[in-house]
């Protein structure tokens, strides 16, 4: 019954908050804590040897969640994102960006064409 009542005002926050493109303030609760990566603390500074995690409130997350998987299915849906795009994709790697780079590169060499790379940094 509990999981009920909480489903449907948990509901009723989240679709008003995508309505509004507005996320409740209260709710925006985030803590920051140093995680120490390797090496002695001593001869570091705090910011040269340790890295920031954010912990979030669970309706953050579950948010989160929800507009990335919005996002998701509608660009997937009106196929706004290129076929070449690997990144945050489901199901596309780095190394599907480099397979493909080298299969392009090797079929272009094969037909005796030119390639060109430039590295961008």
């Known amino acids: 019954m509990m999981f009920k ?7 009723e926050i989240i679709n008003q908050s995508f309505e509004q ?6 709710l925006t609760y985030t803590e920051v804590r140093p995680v120490h990566k390797n090496g002695p603390k001593e001869e570091m500074g705090i910011t040269a040897c340790s890295y920031p995690v954010y912990i979030l ?8 969640n929800l ?9 997937s849906k009106f196929n706004i994102i290129d076929k ?3 990144g945050f994709q489901k199901r596309k ?4 960006a480099i397979n ?13 064409s030119k390639v060109a790379v430039q590295q961008i940094t």
């Open 100 to 112: 493909t780079f080298v299969e392009r590169i090797s079929s272009s060499l094969e037909n005796s």
């Open 5 to 11: 009542i909480i489903s449907h005002t948990l509901t």
């Open 93 to 96: 790697s780095t190394l599907d």
């Open 67 to 75: 507009a990335a998987t919005q996002i998701l299915n509608f660009v």
């Open 21 to 26: 493109g507005c996320f409740p303030e209260l």
């Open 57 to 64: 409130s669970v309706f953050s997350k579950l948010f989160e």
């Open 84 to 86: 070449n795009q690997f």
